[in-house]
């Protein structure tokens, strides 16, 4: 049996048309038969039909169901589930076993959710086609020849091929909306702070958010309103009270709305058909009463550099813990403690995470960290600066998610700033920390998904996901 939503699948969970166990033993078996695509790096078989039972059971008991009943959802391999392995995707948390739940791991338990496994990701969540993995690539479901995007690229693929109903990703530059928009799947990265990080494996501290990946924006504001909300065990996490996403996305209407359209985001080396389909539907809410405002994030142009600046200060430090002492691999070589370090890091981490570390150190070294890192602190501000000025005039921001639709698997594996500029219209509402979604936008001519992100002010979750089921509901 296939469910077009969750929403779908919970009316006929208790309607007792089908049972827990019947639903996750399908999502299993449709996992081993899609093995190839290597979506999943640990498959939980027997604990995710364990589970299900359970439900089936307490249902069966009269007990109530949970918001999440049976919601079968795949996680990340970057957040932590109590007693599975979590590796990053990479060689060196080969063998480690996670010993806590993530807070937002044990607030979806607490709503009766099943976890089918972990999932594959761009080692360490770097990078942006999910080909950085110590497990291999992800391939596209829509096109086996392309990648899923990343570095949810597995969460999003999951999603669109349903060896999931929703995934959790994480998002630190665009690593849930660029994959989403890449295989035709809703991503949400909420405000930083929204969501605790406890539990979520640091790469830019003050950028990383858990997100959500989904088929419709229902199922995502459901699981947002689950996971969101303040946690001691995050300082950063937010006191701002958890919204009802549910009544906050149908007291969107469109008729009024104010869409914000920077230039910025359709230069003319944008790629002709995702700019003609962003249009398409913008056009399509100016229709149906929207307004369409011009506006300009005149700073975009800085925003990679800023992002990779920052990123890879903050990863440099976040990734130092992991010295072949402490977690998962140990050199075999070593014949001291220095050489045990500097081995078991030479051969535990991928090319791209050396790569940040040594960008990250040098930025944040005594005869440049002035020139760098502080200079990035500034443009940091400047960019908040000027999405509260845009805001204050358009209720959302649109534009295209990605400049092109999925590249080709091995296309830009040989150029990294190629690879970094895949995030150039992702990375600006990270470095604001401000909420940003993509949403389905079509096909193009070649039958390839493309997105359209919409960002808005600080804790706007339930109108930005309003604002893009009309979208959904326009194709
Ligand atoms: N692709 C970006 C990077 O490589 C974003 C990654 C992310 O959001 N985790 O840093």
Redesign the pocket.
Known sequence: MRFSSYHDLRRKLLDRETTCEAVVGDYLERIRDNADMNVYISVFSDTALERARELDQKLDAGGQPGRLFGLPMGIKDNIAVEGAPLTCASRILSGYTSVYNATAIDRLLAEDAVFLGKINM?EF????SNENSFFGAVANPHDNTRVPG???GGSAAAVAADLAMVALG???????R?PAGFCNTVGLKPTYGRISRYGLVA??SS??QIGILSRDCDDAALVLGVMAGFDSADATSSHHPVGDYGSEMDAVSVKGLRIGVPGEYFPETLNSEVAAMVTGRLEALRDMGAELHEITLPQSDYAIAA??IL?TAEASSNLARFDGARYGYRSPEAEDLSSMYVNSRTEGFGA?VKR?IMLGTYVLSAGYYDTYYKKAQQVRRVFLDSYKKALAKVDVIAGPTSPYPPFGLGDKTGNPLD??L??VF??PA?IAGIPALSVPAGFDSSGLPVGLQLAGDFFSEGRLLGVARHIQGTL
């Open positions: 761009d969540a770097m990078g942006s990343g570095s949810s994480s998002d630190t530059g665009g690593s849930v660029q790469f830019g950028f990383d992002y990779y990123t791209e940040r690879m970094y895949a995030d992702t990375v990270s």
